[in-house]
Structure formats: C-alpha cells, structure tokens
C-alpha cells in the first residue's frame, strides 16, 4: 500500500476500497468520498514521534496534501475533475501559513487545517449539486418529446436526469462489459417506473432504431469538444452519427481538461479483464492469453450533438471559447496542474 493511504482511518479505507475496485462508480461520487477521506485525515491525530516533521499540525497538513496529489495523480488520470474538485477543495489549506514562519508569526493550528479544509469541501459541493441541478433541468427539456432514448455508462448526473423525469419512458440500457457501468443504472430507473431494457453492449445497434436520442456522461472533455468516457461509448457515438440520432454529453464544465490546449494529452488507460473473461477458460490456456484492453476512449467532437453544461446546452464548435473563459475563473483561485 502507498505510504500516505496508511494515514488514512479505517472508516476512510474503506470509501478508498469502494472507489478503487469499482463498487461505486462516477467522479462526482469518487470526487465527494474523497473529500470525505480528507475530512477524516485533516481530524486524525498525527504521530509526534515522525521524524522530520516539526508539529502535529503540520503532520495533518502534509496528509491532506499528500493525499489530495496522490488521487490526482492517480484517479485523476481518467478524470481531470478530480484534479481541479481537490485543488478547489483544499485552496484554503494551501492558503495557510506553515510552521517556518517567522518569530512572532502564526503557524498553522489543527484546528484552522480542519476548518479551512470544510470551509473549501463545503463551497465545492454547493456549487457542485448547483451546477448539477441545471444540467439535469437542461437535459430534461431536450428529452421531452424523446418516448425512448439509450444510456451509455454510469454517470450520476445521467442519472440524476433520468430519475427527474415525470413521465415513464422506454430506457435502454447496455451492459458496457469492461467495467459493468451499466448495472448501477437499473435500481434507480426501475423503482422511478421507467420501462428499463438492459441489453448486452453488443446489441446497441439492434434497438437504436426505436431510440429517439443517446445521453452519456463524461470521465473528461477537451476544449476542442472531444469526450472521454468508457469504451463503447465510441461506439454508440459512430452509430448514432450514422443514422442522425442525437448524441448528448451531459458534464459539468470541472471536467475540463484544458491542458490539450497545449498539446498536453491523456494517456491511454488499459484494464485487465482477465477476471471477467478469463473466469471460465481452462487456467493452464487462461495463462497464455492477453487480456487487457483500452478502458477510457475519446468520442471526437464531430459524432457530437451538444454537451449540456451548467452554462446551457453547447455545440462542440462553441466549447472552446466557454472552456478558456471557465478556465481562467476557475483557475485564478486553485493551485494549476497543467504542467506548463
């Protein structure tokens, strides 16, 4: 295990575990159960007895930190917004003075740490279930005349939007094998009263001609209008493109990524499937074989109808401009991780 998730409670181990091995899905839930990990670090007792560290106080802020760069550097590989949710949500922090100050100065208290670390988690999530709030209202309106539509991959926000419409709809639902991101749709649809199909992903194409639109949500998206989401979601994107059907990203504008802007690019993220098609072959031939494929995949802007934003419902073509105006908001109050 990495030396800082020891400083983790058990409690926050456990929301660690969740995320990791996949039982709860979506960055915004992954963005909120690491707050709550912080949280927890930022209340801990530190060790007096580390060496090298001047303070118990300043033993909770090099937690905080640590761990906030660990999940960036890690989670925030396929979702940017975890880098931007955790510098918004740790900028007071950073914002304190330290231990080094000078005589006379005022060092950090354990006490300051935790409440500048609520005041930020706090501001975020308001503005996050704001922001969250209106995507699902803008969504709304453009399925209204949609008696049947397709969704591709979990998203709590495409859920959200699914969950608020008065009216019971024909919903299909593919499997998305590579990491089940299907299923945690189908409890939330069914009990709102949806007619819920769950199909496997292979099948899309057989009942798109009964849909009337495709909603996915996003890991990340470029200032050029190109989405990232689970594998499939490319899929669905080329045939919807083929047979005019629209094809919408519902995001919030935090899971920008505005480093493509200068030339910085995701890396492809692989995943084992080993477990899920290995489970029946033979081990002695399970063991000869590659079972690792691409997890993560970029849906380019053209096969896009409209991403539906906090900000309304925008066409590729009219992303870049809102992205540097949202860019330059956003990041003149946190700590940039854009490696330029």
């Not at 029946?280 to 539906?308: G, K, Q, W, Y």
């Not at 934003?309 to 992205?323: D, F, Q």
Request: proline share 5%; charged share 25%.
């Amino acid at each position: 295990m990495n030396d800082i998730l020891v400083r983790i409670p058990d409690e926050g181990k456990k929301l660690y575990d969740d995320m990791h091995s996949g039982r709860i899905l979506g960055a915004a839930n992954h963005i909120r159960m690491i707050g709550d990990i912080l949280r927890m670090v930022a209340a801990a007792d530190a060790d007096d007895e580390t060496a090298g560290i001047a303070s118990r106080e300043e033993m909770r802020r090099k937690d905080v930190l640590d761990l906030c760069r660990f999940f960036q550097n890690t989670r925030g590989k396929s979702s940017y917004a975890i880098v931007t949710a955790l510098n918004l949500m740790t900028r007071y922090v950073r914002a304190l003075p330290q231990d080094d100050v000078a005589p006379g100065g005022h060092s950090a208290h354990a006490t300051d740490i935790a409440r500048a670390l609520q005041r930020g988690i706090d501001e975020y999530l308001l503005q996050a279930d704001e922001n969250a709030s209106s995507i699902v209202e803008y969504a709304g309106r453009l399925a209204q005349s949609m008696d049947a539509f397709i969704v591709y991959d979990y998203s709590s926000t495409v859920e959200a939007f699914v969950a608020s419409l008065a009216q019971p709809r024909r919903i299909y639902v593919p499997e998305s094998r590579i990491i089940d991101g299907g299923k945690p749709f189908l409890s939330t649809f069914a009990h709102v009263g949806h007619d819920v199909h769950y199909i496997p992903d292979a099948a899309m194409l057989t009942v798109l001609g009964e849909c009337h639109g495709a909603f996915i949500g996003a890991e990340t998206f470029y200032p050029d209008g190109t989405a990232f989401n689970t594998a499939g979601s490319d899929i669905l994107a080329e045939l919807c493109a083929a047979r005019s059907i629209p094809y919408y990203v519902l995001t919030p504008l935090i899971k920008l990524d505005m480093r493509a802007a200068f030339g910085i690019y995701k890396q492809p993220i692989k995943g084992n499937m080993s477990d899920i098609l290995g489970k029946s072959l033979d081990p002695e031939l399970r063991s000869r074989l590659h079972m690792s494929c691409i997890e993560l995949v970029a849906i380019p802007p053209a096969h896009i109808t409209a991403f539906v934003t906090e900000a309304g419902i925008v066409p590729p073509a009219a992303l870049y401009g809102l992205s540097v105006e949202y860019d330059r908001r956003v990041n003149a109050l946190t700590e940039r991780s854009t490696d330029r």
